[in-house]
T-cell receptor
Framework: DGGITQSPKYLFRKEGQNVTLSCEQN?????MYWYRQDPGQGLRLIYY???????QKGDIAEGYSVSREKKESFPLTVTSAQKNPTAFYLC????????????FGSGTRLTVV | AQKVTQAQTEISVVEKEDVTLDCVYE???????LFWYKQPPSGELVFLIR??????QNEISGRYSWNFQKSTSSFNFTITASQVVDSAVYFC????????????FGKGTTLSVSS
């Protein structure tokens, strides 16, 4: 079945360490997105990519980095510069032919101690 | 710029009560899509409905109904005869009908239904 896989579901890291969250899709979607969720804050856009080797900053990109070397993959690195990295991270994808057909992964809950 | 406002942070009801979740949006574009998603405690987003800006027809799906009014920029969601399984965070979202845009979410409304 087609879908988006985010792994792992739970991730623990020590403060000061970089950590990379995985997002893989087999939907042949062109666009991919990373959102961060904090209690009471909704989902805020971190980065998005419309095509391979291209990506744009979202509303809260500081302290994060991404790459888009393959169409299927859009990993997110949470760097030590991110002051409050503990959050729930959701990845999404969308085909370029429909501006409304979003698919979401099941999320990764990152805890930095 | 686009914006989605869900003014109700938390709502608590007793089973079988009706409940309406409010959503107000802002955009200058004439072509856009509105969404409602449900997020149960497990965290995944469950798609409930999508509406395009040219379709103001209200929709009913079982116990769920949606009221879209462009005149007030609102897209409200009503659950009739609520059940405990309806307890979740509900998000309203907006996207434009153009490439290069993303879904913009409201802050969500946490609905608690008690038995």
């Amino acid at each position: 079945d087609g879908g988006i896989t985010q792994s792992p579901k739970y991730l623990f890291r020590k403060e000061g360490q970089n950590v990379t969250l995985s997002c893989e899709q087999n939907l042949n979607h062109d666009a991919m997105y990373w959102y961060r969720q904090d209690p009471g804050q909704g989902l805020r856009l971190i980065y998005y990519s419309q095509i391979v080797n291209d990506f744009q900053k979202g509303d809260i990109a500081e302290g994060y980095s991404v790459s888009r070397e393959k169409k299927e993959s859009f990993p997110l690195t949470v760097t030590s510069a991110q002051k409050n990295p503990t959050a729930f991270y959701l990845c999404a994808s969308k085909t370029s032919t429909m501006n409304y057909g979003y698919t979401f992964g099941s999320g990764t809950r990152l805890t930095v101690v | 710029a686009q914006k989605v406002t869900q003014a109700q942070t938390e709502i608590s009801v007793v089973e079988k009560e009706d409940v309406t979740l409010d959503c107000v949006y802002e955009t200058r574009d004439t072509t856009y899509y509105l969404f409602w998603y449900k997020q149960p405690p497990s965290g995944e987003l469950v798609f409930l409905i999508r509406r395009n800006s040219f379709d103001e027809q209200n929709e009913i799906s079982g116990r769920y109904s949606w009221n879209f009014q462009k005149s007030t920029s609102s897209f409200n969601f009503t659950i009739t005869a609520s059940q405990v399984v309806d307890s979740a965070v509900y998000f309203c979202a907006l996207t434009l009908n153009q490439a290069g845009t993303a879904l913009i979410f409201g802050k969500g409304t946490t609905l608690s239904v008690s038995s």
